[in-house]
C-alpha cells in the first residue's frame, strides 16, 4: 500500500497536477480551470457572480466574471475530465449507478444524467448528459452514455450496474445484457414476469422478508433472477439481477450512494442548482467542474479521515460526511496555508484506496 502521510507526499499546485495528466493543454488553459476549481472549494457556491468573486487576482468582477465564462465556454478539456477521473480508480472491479439529478430555473427544467463508480458511500461522477427535458431519460440516451464509459472502463472491470425503476424497458434490458454487463435494477410491482406481475408472484412477502423466484424469469427480453421485500412502509422492492441472491441486496444497497452525491454538490455542498446555466453543453461544463473539486473534497477526506478518525455520534454515525471532511480541511489550507493546500492537490497523484484499504 502507498503510504500516503503528509511528509511522504510530493506537494504540486492544482495547476501543475492537471499539466502533468494533460501535457497537450496549454498553462493558461489548465491555470483558468484550476483557479475555478479552488473558488468553488473556498466559495461552495455556482452563482456566478460569487464564484467569479472568489477568483484570484485584484481585477474587476466584471472581468472576472468574463474570465469565468472563458472557462465555460473552453472545449479543450472536455475529452480530458474522464481519463483523469478513471485514474483515480481503484484496482479491481468497480459498482456502478445511474440516475438523474435535476432542478428548475425559472419555468426551465434543469436535468442531467449521471453515470458512476460507488467510493466511500458515494458515487464518483465519470460521464454525465444534460438531457434537452424535464422527467425521464430515453434508452438511447443512456445507451450512449454507456457506451462512452465502456470505451474507457471495459466490462470487465464492472461487477454490476445498480439502477432505480426509471432505468427499465426491454431495448435497455438488452443493451446491458449485449454488453456484458451485470444488472441489479428495480423494477416496478405491476412488471410481468413469466406472463404474472411480480405484486401477484411476492403478494405473501412480508417486511423484513426476502424471497426469490425458484428459478430465473423473463424479465424486459432478458432471463434474470428475480427477488423482492417489503420496505418499512409496506412498499414492495422488487429487483432483477445478474449477481448471487445474496449479493444483490448489499449491491442494491449501495444505489443510495448516488443520491449522496448529488446532496453533496447541491444543498450540502456546492449549491449546484444555484447557477442560472441552462444551455446545454455549458451546463455539463460546469458540472464538470463541480466534480472535480468535489473529488478534490472526497480525496482530502479519506486520506485525512484515516490519519484522524472522524468522531462518531451516539446514533451510529459520523459526525460529518467524508466529503464535509476534506471540504473543512482544504478550504482552510487554499485560503490561508498554500503549502497545506498543495500537499493535498499531491493526493490526486494517486487513485483512491480500494475498500477496506484506507
Known sequence: MIDLHASCLEPTTLCHLLKERFPSLRIDTLQRVADVICALIEKQTTNQKKLANGLPGTRTTEAKRKRLARCLQDEQFDACMLPFLISLLP???????????????????????????VLEGFT????WVALPHGGCSHPATRERLVARLLKRLPAKRW?????????????????LRKRGLRRVIRIRADTIVDELRTDVWFE????????????????YGSLMQVVATRDADGDLVVLATDVSIWE???VYALRWSVECTFSSMKTRGF??????????????????????AWVCCLRVGIWRHALQPIAVKAHGRRAVSIVSYGWEYLAQA??????????????????????GAA
Open 248 to 250: 444483490t441486496w448489499r
Open 159 to 175: 461487477k454490476a450496474l445498480v439502477a432505480d425503476r426509471e432505468f427499465i424497458g426491454q431495448a435497455w434490458f438488452t443493451f
Open 91 to 117: 484496482k479491481g472491479k468497480q459498482t456502478l449507478t445511474i440516475d438523474r439529478t435535476n432542478w428548475e430555473y425559472g419555468e426551465t427544467p434543469i436535468n442531467l444524467l449521471v453515470l458512476g463508480v
Open 271 to 292: 449549491n449546484l442548482e444555484r447557477s442560472a446555466m441552462t444551455c446545454a453543453d455549458r451546463l455539463e461544463r460546469l458540472f464538470g467542474l463541480v466534480t472535480l
Open 334 to 355: 487554499i485560503r490561508w496555508e498554500e503549502t497545506l493546500a498543495e500537499t493535498c492537490f499531491g493526493l490526486l497523484r494517486y487513485p483512491f484506496p480500494a475498500p
Open 204 to 219: 405473501r412477502v412480508q417486511t423484513g422478508q426476502f424471497q426469490c423466484l425458484f428459478q430465473k424469469g423473463w424479465v
Open 124 to 127: 464518483l461522477p465519470l460521464v
